[in-house]
């Protein structure tokens, strides 16, 4: 296998605010192969967009990284000056967001926009403009030729989406980063959407990083997944085996609570105890002792470094190798 | 289909449906009207008036209105309908390119203070707060003691006290869509901040701020002429609406038609442009009055 398109290793952020700082990411290790898609899966809060703002360069202001590198093809995203980053942002890496009502301009035609982002090209705007009817014929929007017309108050969530998709792929990056893309879609869109991203993997020749808080679309999507728990990966692998057996705690409750998996008729849903700890005044040891079900003094000690379970497996638990 | 179709269709003649609601509104179309008839009055005047502005005629000062002065003439015998319509390309001129001005430098101004780095918003807002807190009039008189009267000066006054106007209404509007994110999603495909600011904040602004501007014309033209009457204003013997109202401020017992053409056009044009600019601000301003 070649290198990692992405590789993150030891990335620390945290942001300065009148509280202190709080510490939002936290030696977070994690690479997308070539030709992969890697999800990422986490509670609100986790850590999950700003690890993504991190990878685009795109933190807030004040946001410091304390340690840690991204390196993308090789080239260290976080000591890059403003022009080759804005070099990398939309044609190496280009990103999907959440929610496609409020990913475009309103006041401007689909055509402009989507032409707009070209402008790094020579082509004609005759030539750009067939290229984004072609790309919006290839994510599935019908009549592509009078839509591309129209603004983005004209179409529906699940359209607005297919065009934020043609608008990302144009360029042809090499990654592709999906923040939580269906998140804000109702179900039937959700599952076009994803089988749009599916038939386009045959095709678009990159990897893709998908986040999501839905745990089976990540299992049906992803060929590896990264769990994390308040800004620290807590387990990280090959999706089925993590699906079918989970090392850390905190993901084998996340997976009792999916309501997706759930064996028999229950009252109520299962919940995980608690709730994520203040990343302004974290606990001394693993971050999930105060709601794990099998937590040891030792836990509570010190900071817990991932353990390998398996061939790129690891799990940031003392516990992770018992049964 | 179809809706998608006609939907586009309406996009397209979104300009003549606006034009359609705004003679619909009866104070509209009265604003439209008037300054309409004020902007032809001073494109034409020298083929409306018979006389120079300027064209004096000591013998028949004083004049009542006749059927060769129609608003009578002033104390030096100059005609009081063509120092009106000329007047009125003062009046305008000075209007259209301070508002012009000052809502280029307020748009680019606003932006940046929006959008950059901390410490020019700080700066810029200083500026601004520095600006707004003289009082036009004492602010005007300052200056015009310092460089002298003239048309530039009065450009500049209304220049330098606007720019803080629209600076800060483009400065709330940029930093409120700097988090939209539609921002985000430019920046996240490659695009600088050049671009974000010209191909999307802008067009996102330029809509409340024109009609603001068109609001600003009277404004402008109050201050002109009130410079004027003062004195302060342009030089005579270029004709302006406030320095004819000085004029005939002077013999108002005998002759108070001179009051009249010098007061009526600044009350015809300030009527004319509000109107206008709220019942623009009426069609183009969603949160307010839905369909009337």
Redesign the interface.
């Known amino acids: 296998m070649t290198d990692p398109i992405l590789e993150i290793s030891g990335l620390s952020i945290s942001f300065r605010t009148p509280r202190g700082a709080v510490r939002a990411l936290r030696d977070v290790s994690l690479a997308v192969p070539r030709d992969r898609v890697v999800g990422v899966v986490g509670e609100s809060g986790c850590g999950k967009t700003t690890l993504i703002s991190a990878v685009?360069a795109?933190l807030a202001?004040n946001a410091v990284v304390e340690g840690g590198t991204i390196r993308f093809e090789g080239e260290d995203v976080l000591a890059m000056d403003?022009g080759a980053l804005?070099?990398?942002?939309?044609?190496r890496?280009?990103?999907v967001?959440?929610?496609p009502m409020?990913?475009?301009?309103?006041?401007?035609?689909i055509a402009r926009q989507i032409t707009?982002?070209q402008?790094?090209d020579d082509a004609s705007p005759a030539a750009k403009r067939e290229r984004a009817v072609a790309m919006l014929r290839r994510v599935g929007i019908?009549?592509p030729e009078?839509?591309i017309?129209?603004?983005p108050h004209?179409l529906s969530g699940g359209m607005r989406q297919r065009v934020?998709i043609a608008?990302?792929l144009l360029?042809n990056p090499s990654l592709l980063?999906a923040d939580e893309p269906t998140t804000a879609l109702d179900v039937t869109t959700e599952a076009q959407i994803v089988r749009l991203i599916e038939s386009l993997r045959a095709d678009f020749r990159g990897s893709i990083l998908f986040v999501s808080h839905n745990l089976g679309l990540i299992a049906e999507l992803c060929d590896e997944v990264v769990v994390m728990y308040a800004g620290e990966i807590v387990e990280r692998g090959d999706v089925r085996a993590i699906f079918r057996d989970a090392r850390h705690p905190y993901t084998r409750l996340l997976l009792e609570c999916d309501p997706a998996r759930l064996e028999q008729r229950r009252r109520q849903l299962p919940t995980i105890p608690g709730t994520v700890p203040d990343l302004a005044r974290l606990p001394q040891g693993c971050v999930f002792a105060p709601r794990c079900p099998i937590a040891l003094d030792a836990c509570r000690a010190g900071p817990i470094a991932p353990v390998v379970v398996g061939p790129g497996r690891e799990a940031r638990c003392i516990r992770a190798l018992e049964t | 289909?179809v809706s998608?179709?006609a939907?586009?269709a309406g996009?397209e003649s979104r300009g003549a449906s606006a034009l359609r609601r705004l003679l619909r509104d009866p104070l509209g179309a009265f604003g439209l009207a008037l300054v309409a008839l004020i902007v032809a009055s001073a494109l034409f005047a020298d083929v409306l008036a018979a006389y120079q502005p300027t064209q004096l005629d000591i013998r028949n000062r004083l004049s009542e209105p006749t059927t060769l002065h129609w608003l009578g003439t002033d104390q030096l015998g100059r005609d009081t309908f063509a120092r009106v319509v000329y007047g009125g390309r003062i009046a305008l001129l000075v209007s259209l390119v301070s508002v012009g001005l000052s809502l280029t430098v307020g748009l680019v101004l606003g932006m940046l203070a929006g959008y950059g780095p901390?410490w020019l918003d700080n700066l810029l807002m200083l500026a601004f707060d520095a600006v707004r807190s003289f009082p036009t009039i004492m602010f005007a008189l300052a200056v015009v003691t310092l460089i002298g009267p003239s048309l530039e000066t009065v450009i500049l006054i209304v220049v330098v006290t606007s720019i803080p106007v629209y600076g800060r209404i483009v400065r709330t509007q940029t930093l409120s869509l700097k988090t939209?994110?539609?921002v985000?999603?430019?920046?996240?495909?490659?695009?600088?901040p050049i671009?974000v600011l010209f191909?999307?904040v802008l067009?996102?602004v330029i809509g409340p701020v024109a009609i603001l501007a068109s609001m600003e014309v009277p404004v402008v033209i109050t201050i002109e002429a009130g410079l004027s009457f003062l004195g302060l204003g342009v030089r005579p013997p270029t004709p302006s609406w406030g320095s004819i109202l000085n004029d005939g401020y002077a013999f108002v017992r005998d002759t108070p038609w001179l009051i009249a053409a010098g007061g009526l056009p600044i009350i015809l044009t300030t009527l004319g442009f509000t109107f206008l600019g709220e019942a623009l601000r009426d069609i183009f301003d969603p949160r307010l009055g839905r369909e009337r």
């Open positions: 685009l795109l202001e403003p804005r070099a990398l942002r939309g044609r890496i280009a990103m967001f959440q929610d409020t990913a475009m301009n309103p006041v401007l035609s707009d982002i402008y790094r019908a009549d009078q839509r017309d129209g603004y004209h934020s608008m990302a360029m980063i | 289909m998608v179709a939907a586009a996009e901390r939209n994110e539609f985000l999603a430019e920046r996240s495909l490659g695009a600088g671009r191909h999307h067009p996102n």
